[in-house]
């Protein structure tokens, strides 16, 4: 694990890399059936609300990996495709990764499932501090503006960053009822990520979020 002074040195000298992978990545990841009750009262989760910056290494169980991704992003209404955060026109232009030890997935919310994108550990490059190279997962956020054409280009990245906040402060909301941790990050090298991840100009790199049981 690199200190953060390292890593600000490496991101300055353009050397921000993954690192392989842990463990086997599958193509696919079929997740569990999110579990839709249950959990704290909404007021409850809101005075529980707060960042944390300790986390265990331990992998987050199948099944609150699953509540936390539908919780991010799932589909809330299959009749019309409804999601659990907002997004202007239903561009649905926000792209959540998930960074795991064994690679790097996009989550596939009408699927309710992660795609790999890259057998790589990428944990280590979505931010500067020390801990988000050994928790367990760490979400990027990414806007794709090709799905935005409907929103004036002016407005594009407000909504694209509204959006996002949303579906992090699902996550908060989420992991303060679960009894999760969690903190949203913007402290990133933006070029060094977006090279390890493979994005495209069209994609814009906004936030990161690292989430794991409290250490």
Known sequence: MMNTL??????????????????????????????LDGGLPL??????????RDFSPNALPAQSLSNLLWAAAGVNRPKLGGRTAPSAMNAQEIDLYVA??????????????????????????????????????DLIFVADHRRMMLVPAKHRNAYANAAAGAMAQNVYLYCA?????????????????????????????LLAQTVGMPA
């Open 100 to 137: 795991l030890p064994e690679g790097l997935y996009r989550f596939e919310a009408e699927a309710h499932q992660l795609r790999l994108q890259q057998a790589k550990d990428v944990r280590a490059v979505t931010g500067y501090q020390d801990f988000v190279d050994t928790a367990p997962l």
């Open 6 to 35: 390292t890593k600000l040195a490496r991101g300055l000298m353009g050397r921000t890399v993954s690192r392989e992978s842990i463990g086997d990545a599958a193509s696919t990841l079929a997740l569990l059936p999110p579990e």
């Open 177 to 205: 009822s679960a009894g999760l941790a969690t903190v949203i990050r913007a402290w990133i090298d933006h070029d060094g990520l977006s090279k390890a991840m493979g994005l495209t100009q069209d994609e814009e790199l």
């Open 43 to 52: 007021m409850q989760a809101l005075q529980r609300r707060q960042s944390q």
